[in-house]
């Protein structure tokens, strides 16, 4: 017998490597979903090792509607549309497929299947074997001789032959038989009709009577019971429809012999730069690829071995090594995630690629150094300003120690914020998702050591188990920091890394462990007067109804407003008609119900997620609130605050404000809120170099009601508040590349009016509008944005032929240039903040940034020179040109402020 054919139902496979994926998709370092193609290769790639494969193709779909769609338009109309990343995907498979010279098979008007039907048939004309690797249905039609469907087993780690008595036995009927049985079950993924009332065991027993469709009608008679034999008689058309449709074309005209599909030449050299190109460094490796993946990262293959330190020779040894190298990996074990309350249970350092060991201090198994020891020699090491500390995630290392009596003082490397500058697209920046990116490698995980549950800790487990987790993590982190220190440099990030991310570590770490007072008497008072609000509320809705019911259920809500008082239903979703505050807050202006069940809802969630929840998150040994402010947790550059989130507390208006009152300075101390007087908008008019905006901000004029003279086509001194709010609106929203419908909606004019608005703002702001198409002409250009400091932000949509994410990518790059730049700026003066106090040894405290504000805490001694050095060290953030202006109050409540 000749060697046989392997074919691939391409798109079959890149569409079931996608969904494989989706929980946990894979990205390239452009943010790109690439999970599609290493599946796709993946499985590619496990077929020649397991199978020796000497001629294959890859067959794909036609990119044209086919015949089938020609004779039954429904056909696959219930199926949702392809993700428009996937499309992407499918272009890549097919170009690393040409350039290592893989067959790739399509005709127009046809489906993958048919064409593999066809070459099955030429394989058994020309005695040739054919293998068929899909796990569709509708090819085990083609099953039969030495005609096999392939399927992978996990369990075994081969390939499952399915031939004739794997699908009798599997499906009860023989190959030849499944488009008799489609034509009479039916098949609800193609939409395939069939007949009506017929499932899969009356199929399996028909056939298994008569053998095939023609023998069922030609003695419908004889089929029993008489409602089948109706059904039968009823849909005999759509059943010879059916199998028509479902029957695969096997005498096609294809361009290709099966000779023409020999891979024993396979140019697999060729696909090794498209894969790295792909971030699929293990692929390329797995080519011999190796040296070429070197070139961008190197070598991933751990030791053999840790050290783990049991004696004070041993510590001195590692921590003289750490002293000599000058730079050195570090990583804290501790007992609890919370650093507020941590204890350290040991520590590990890597001083190169492979060179590190773990120093535990507690462990089940005894013999362990002794804490107070460690931590004195340990303190000599890590407090020299010569050292430079690399760390991932060494925010956290920081606060454990401190409160342990150690200060890391040089804090020169995290990995995890090295990552995120460098990559911000990536789903994670987390050590395990790192290492597995940039090295290839496979961390432990922590739940492999100390089982699934994670209620054990480090020094519950086997210490060589310990080691080889705890040293590991220091030694990946060392290797990840020679990658990512080369990429600062190559793509000039050094400032922004060196100068402004890597000092702002501390700063935070410092706000995170000083916390902020809750009054619990306020914040319980506060809880019990938002249920009784709510209570009225809910009994004001029930009198105006005339009757009660559940406020939280969305579909007795959209029965009270929409069917019992006759509102006009505004917005459809898949369960009605929506509900939503947007919507809520439209119908409000015809009805009482809406405006109410708004106010319910704002009142809820106040109660529920601030006033009830709170007092559980204050620490009982501080009792404080201890936030964790991430570096890491936006594509922008804004800081974002979590655990609790502080910066979610409404800032403007009544409600918010009742919350913030029950934020209080420690006693002897009071707070000072410096908040940057329109900041973004400031960045627009130094980077547009608008000159009506320019004007306006040196010479301190009132933007928005100037706006508002413009588009209102009056003067100054004739604007109404209304109208400045609309200025305002208008402002804002360039930033944010607001669109004359979201225009129209928010302030509930016409489109046609939010149209004049927006033409007239751009007519006398021309450098603005300049400015705009100026960003994303560079975005098209580049694939990127940049802020005042250098920070980039890739934009995989700026591209794209789709008009949605094209126009949503365009926004992305205006907000990410100016909201990113006021990030810049508001980081660098926390750093002049921090300066001034050091400087001498101010007592003054930083205990919250919430976006353009600082909030402090300001010993009594200290308030009256404070307002003018903070004011001084913030409007310095930036020379921009036109003055940075910062608002100053002091109060004895955060909710005083505003």
């Known amino acids: 017998m000749r060697d046989a054919l392997y074919l691939i139902d391409g798109y079959g496979l890149i569409y079931r490597s996608y969904f494989a994926f989706l929980k946990n998709p894979l990205f390239n370092l452009e943010g790109e979903n690439t999970s599609a193609v290493f599946g796709f290769f993946r499985s590619f790639f496990r077929l020649l090792k397991l199978r020796d494969a000497r001629y294959l193709a890859v067959i794909m779909d036609s990119k044209t509607p086919t015949f089938r769609h020609e004779r039954f338009p429904e056909y696959k109309a219930n199926r ?199 971030g699929m460094n293990s692929l390329a490796e797995e080519l011999g690829g190796a040296s070429s993946v070197k070139q961008e990262v190197p070598d991933h293959t751990p030791p053999g071995s840790y050290e783990t330190v049991l004696d004070e020779p041993a510590l001195e040894r590692w921590l003289k090594r750490a002293g000599e190298s000058g730079i050195f990996a570090f990583d804290t074990e501790t007992d609890s995630l919370d650093e507020i309350v941590a204890r350290p249970i040991g520590f590990s350092l890597a001083v190169g690629p492979g060179e590190a060991c773990y120093i535990p201090i507690s462990s089940f198994q005894t013999g362990v150094l002794a804490p107070e020891l460690v931590r004195r020699r340990l303190k000599k090491l890590l407090e020299k300003d010569s050292l430079k500390i690399i760390g991932q995630n060494i925010k956290y290392d920081y606060k454990v120690l401190k409160r342990w009596g150690i200060e890391l003082k040089n804090i020169h490397f995290d990995t995890m914020i090295a990552s995120w500058l460098l990559y911000g697209n990536l789903r994670s920046f987390s050590l395990d998702n790192l290492a597995l990116k940039f090295l290839n490698y496979q961390t432990i995980r922590y739940e492999e050591v100390v089982g699934k549950d994670k209620s054990a800790t480090l020094a519950e487990v086997d210490i060589t188990r310990a080691t080889d987790y705890a040293a590991e993590d220091a030694d990946i982190t060392f290797r990840l920091f020679k990658i990512f220190q080369s990429k600062i440099e190559e793509e000039g990030l050094q400032d922004l890394f060196y100068n402004l991310e890597m000092p702002l570590v501390k700063i935070l770490a410092n706000m995170e462990l000083q916390g902020i007072r809750l009054d619990l008497d306020k914040i319980f008072n506060l809880s019990r007067e938002l249920e009784a609000e709510l209570n009225h509320y809910q009994e004001d809705i029930f009198a105006l109804c005339g009757h009660s019911f559940n406020l939280n259920s969305t579909k007795q809500l959209q029965e009270v407003l929409f069917n019992q008082r006759k509102l006009k239903p505004l917005k459809k979703i898949k369960t009605g008609f929506s509900t939503d505050n947007t919507v809520l807050a439209e119908l409000a202006l015809e009805d009482p119900v809406p405006g109410k069940v708004l106010n319910y809802r704002l009142l809820a969630k106040l109660k529920s997620t601030y006033a009830d929840s709170l007092p559980a998150l204050v620490n009982p040994g501080t009792e404080k609130l201890h936030t964790h402010f991430l570096q890491t947790g936006t594509a922008t550059g804004r800081l974002s605050s979590r655990d609790p989130n502080l910066q979610n507390i409404p800032v403007r208006g009544e409600k918010g404000r009742r919350i913030r009152i029950a ?116 975005a098209e250009a580049k694939g990127y944005v940049e802020t005042i400091r250098g920070r980039r932000r890739t934009l995989p949509g700026i591209k794209s032929r789709n008009k949605t994410e094209k126009t949503a990518a365009e926004r992305m790059a205006i907000n990410s240039v100016i909201q990113g730049s006021a990030a810049d700026i508001v980081k660098q003066a926390m750093l002049n903040v921090s300066q001034e106090f050091d400087k001498k040894e101010y007592k003054t405290r930083l205990l919250l940034q919430v976006h353009d504000e600082l909030i402090f805490e300001v010993p009594d001694n200290e308030l009256e020179i404070m307002p003018e050095l903070l004011k001084k060290a913030m409007e310095s953030g930036a020379d921009l040109g036109i003055p940075l202006r910062v608002q100053v109050e002091i109060g004895q409540s955060w909710g005083e402020f505003h």
């Open 80 to 278: 949702e549309k392809a993700p428009e990343d996937l499309h992407a995907q499918v272009r890549v498979v097919e170009e690393i497929l040409g350039a290592m010279g893989v067959a790739v098979l399509r005709k127009e008007g046809f489906e993958a299947d048919d064409i593999i039907a066809t070459l099955a048939s030429v394989c058994t004309r020309e005695s040739r074997g054919c293998y068929i690797l899909s796990n569709d249905k509708d090819l085990l039609q083609t099953v039969g001789g030495d005609v096999y469907v392939l399927q992978y087993d996990k369990l075994t780690g081969s390939y499952k032959q399915v031939g004739r008595e794997e699908v009798l036995e599997s499906r009860g009927i023989r190959p030849e038989q499944i488009t008799d049985y489609l034509a009479l079950a039916g098949d609800q993924s193609d939409n395939l009709p069939g007949v009506k009332g017929v499932g899969i065991k009356t199929a399996q027993k028909l056939l298994a009577d008569y053998s095939n469709l023609d023998e069922i009608y030609n003695n419908l008679t004889t089929v029993k019971p008489e409602g089948l034999r109706k059904k039968l008689a009823a849909d005999k058309e759509k059943a010879y429809l059916t199998y028509d449709l479902a029957t695969l074309r096997n005498t096609l005209s294809l361009d290709q012999t099966v000779e023409q599909m020999a891979i024993q030449s396979l140019n697999t050299e060729a696909a090794i730069p498209l894969f790295i190109k792909q």
């Open 663 to 778: 934020f209080v300075p420690d006693r002897g101390y009071s707070f000072l809120s410096a908040d940057y007087s329109q900041i973004e908008l400031v960045v627009l008019a130094a980077l547009s170099g608008d000159t009506m905006l320019l004007e306006a901000f040196k010479q301190g004029r009132d933007v928005h009601l100037r706006t508002a003279a413009v588009i209102f086509g009056i003067g100054e001194d004739d604007v109404a508040p209304g109208q400045r709010q609309v200025g305002k609106t208008i402002n804002f929203g360039v930033i944010y590349g607001m669109s004359a419908f979201r225009l129209a909606r928010d302030l509930k004019i016409s489109r046609s009016e939010a149209e004049v608005f927006i033409s007239r703002y751009f007519q006398r702001y021309a450098g603005v509008a300049s400015f705009i198409k100026k960003i994303i002409a560079g």
